[in-house]
């Protein structure tokens, strides 16, 4: 009798679970709205407020975003290894160093331009977030296709920086979208997957919240590349 007692309190209820999943998916979409915000203020403040300061210190922006992509790196590399709080310092720091190297779009587009692809992209991200979180398609087979689909756009953008090739940028950009739509999508349901998993127990408490963190860092990223891609193709330039 005692043993049975003990199984039932150990195992969660159905609304402890769903309690659990609903605080993992909230803290995940909390710290990457905070990510944003810092990112979108920053950008804003040096961009429209400080411009003489970006001119004056363009040569930074290559070493930053060097060590952005350390950061991304690192955090991906040492989640395990680091604590929770490290690795939310690192999200932010990066949603900061973000935010200057972001600050020469409001240099190179009309603000309201800038704020009318923002919504774009907010009801985009949101409907794809949406869909990842309700389908029971199983979207491995999607994001494996996209993070390929990466590289790709990855190496065409390069190859146009010394191409200059308009039609080039406008396909590139559409696939930007088509890619980054489809990871919107596929990040979502594995977040899904991680906060029912965590809800069960089969991840403990302080890998759950750096498990949180990534999930973030993860839609942040899709967000960030989804406008960045929409504005190329419906930005205003100055």
């Known amino acids: 009798m005692d043993e049975q007692q003990y ?8 609304q402890d679970m769903v309690r659990a999943q609903s605080a993992f998916i909230n803290r995940v979409y909390t710290w ?48 395990n290894k680091i604590s929770p709080a490290v690795a939310s310092v690192m999200f932010f720091i990066y949603a900061a160093i973000n935010g200057v190297t972001l600050s020469w779009i409001f240099l190179a587009y009309q603000i309201g331009s800038i704020a009318n692809v923002f919504f774009i992209t907010c009801g985009t991200f949101a409907g794809m977030s949406i869909y990842g979180y309700v389908t029971k398609r199983d979207l491995t087979g999607v994001g494996s296709f996209c993070l390929m689909a990466i590289w790709g756009l990855i190496i065409a953008g390069i190859i146009n920086i010394f191409w200059h090739n308009d039609l080039a940028q406008f396909v590139i950009s559409c696939l930007g979208v088509l890619v980054f739509v489809g990871l919107t999508a596929y990040d979502t349901q594995k977040i899904k997957q991680l906060a029912l998993a965590a809800a069960e127990g089969q991840i403990d408490p302080a890998s759950a919240k750096k498990f949180a963190v990534i999930g973030a860092l993860e839609l942040y990223l899709d967000f960030v590349n989804l406008f960045l891609y929409l504005l190329r193709l419906f930005g205003r330039r100055r």
């Open 7 to 14: 199984n039932t309190y150990a195992v969660p209820s159905y």
């Open 32 to 79: 990457m709205s905070i990510g944003l915000a810092l990112t979108g203020f920053i950008a804003w403040f040096l961009g429209e407020r400080n411009i003489e300061f970006i001119i004056k210190h363009q040569q930074w922006f290559l070493p930053l975003i060097v060590v952005e992509v350390l950061l991304v790196l690192a955090m991906s590399w040492m989640i």
